[in-house]
């Protein structure tokens, strides 16, 4: 039997429901959710591999970790990248565990700590633009940049924040150790929250850097690297719209590449900092010769596999 092999890339906001259901074990119930529709996927026959976002619970750290400031040492960010994908891939992990044992499938997950590699010479490094952690006054914010080397912005008027760079993914460190297990008929939780952001030092050894990359960035990387048929971006909304939330606004059912990068480049349909981003790791994906897209939120997973839903992006 052929193997049908898909990269799925769920959201880090996907695992919080509201501001009332954030804790670790509302979003380890979240995950089971989620991890309900990968196993409808698994047992229709697919190979899975999966990658997650991660934003608000690196802010949860960077939260606790500012309040501790005062008796512990604060956590840089490579490490929070790393301290989440351990949680979320745990979360993840053992959910299917027992899925696997609810219908008894012979599969394991495994999650692997992934550094993905970024160039040091990224323009993104000289003009950070994330926004991470709390608030602050104007004050804290010239102590953070005269100690700590922050780059801080005022946020429409509600304070101060620290901001770092987005790079562009350039390599996944970890992607012969994912294929492997791939090949080994494991479900590989990798590249969470985009990978840990290293750089090559002068002699290529790698070290961390205050950074963050957009998952669906690495997820398409990986995506076109391990070979995957399918490319699926589980998100907050049913389908892609162009015109979102506008008295014009049109649903999208189908799109090609072509079409898919015309919409883009028109810059007026996609948020930057939402769909964006999503249609343009689809266009690196099918670029590389990527066969199949969609873009669905994950109770709808089901249904838009089967084409009942969700915005589908091909080739042609």
């Known amino acids: 039997m052929t193997r049908k092999l898909a990269m799925v890339a769920i959201g880090g906001n996907s695992l919080i429901k509201d501001k009332y259901h954030q804790s670790v074990r509302d979003q380890y119930i979240a995950a089971r959710e989620t991890c309900d529709h990968i196993i409808s996927m698994i047992r229709d026959g697919w190979e899975v591999v999966i990658g997650h976002g991660n934003g608000p619970q ?3 750290i960077l939260r606790r970790s500012e309040l501790a ?3 512990l ?4 960010m490579d490490a929070i990248v790393a301290d989440t994908q351990g949680a979320i891939g745990y979360a993840l992990q053992q959910n299917l565990y027992n899925e696997f044992r609810f219908y008894n499938l012979k599969k394991h997950a495994v999650t692997i700590i992934t550094q993905v590699e970024v160039d040091p010479k990224d323009p993104a490094f ?3 633009t994330k926004p991470i952690g709390s608030f602050m006054d104007q004050e804290q914010a010239k102590i953070r940049q005269e100690k700590d080397g922050w780059d801080m912005v005022e946020d429409a008027g509600r304070g101060w924040r620290r901001v ?3 790079p562009i993914p350039k390599r996944i460190v970890e992607e012969e150790a994912i294929k492997q297990l791939i090949n080994a ?6 590249a969470g929250g985009g990978g840990i952001p290293v750089i090559p030092d002068g002699e290529g050894n790698l070290c961390g850097v205050p950074a963050v990359i957009d ?3 690495a997820a398409a990387i990986m995506a076109s690297n391990i070979g995957a048929d399918l490319f699926i971006i589980s998100t907050a909304v049913e389908k892609v719209a162009l015109n979102f939330g506008k008295p014009n606004q ?3 059912n189908h799109i090609t590449l072509s079409q898919a990068k015309q919409y883009l480049a028109e810059g007026t349909h996609f948020a930057k900092g939402s769909m964006a981003p999503k249609i343009q790791a689809i266009i690196w994906y099918l670029e590389k010769g990527g066969k199949h897209a969609i873009v669905s939120n994950p109770e709808n997973l089901e249904r838009a596999l089967a084409g009942e839903t969700g915005t589908h992006i091909t080739p042609a």
């Open 250 to 252: 049109q649903w999208l």
């Open 58 to 60: 690196v802010g949860f």
């Open 164 to 166: 770092v760079a987005s």
């Open 215 to 217: 998952k669906d960035y």
């Open 73 to 76: 040492h604060e956590v840089p």
């Open 185 to 190: 008929g494991f479900v590989v939780i990798a």
């Open 126 to 128: 000289l003009n950070p």
């Open 69 to 71: 400031a005062h008796e």
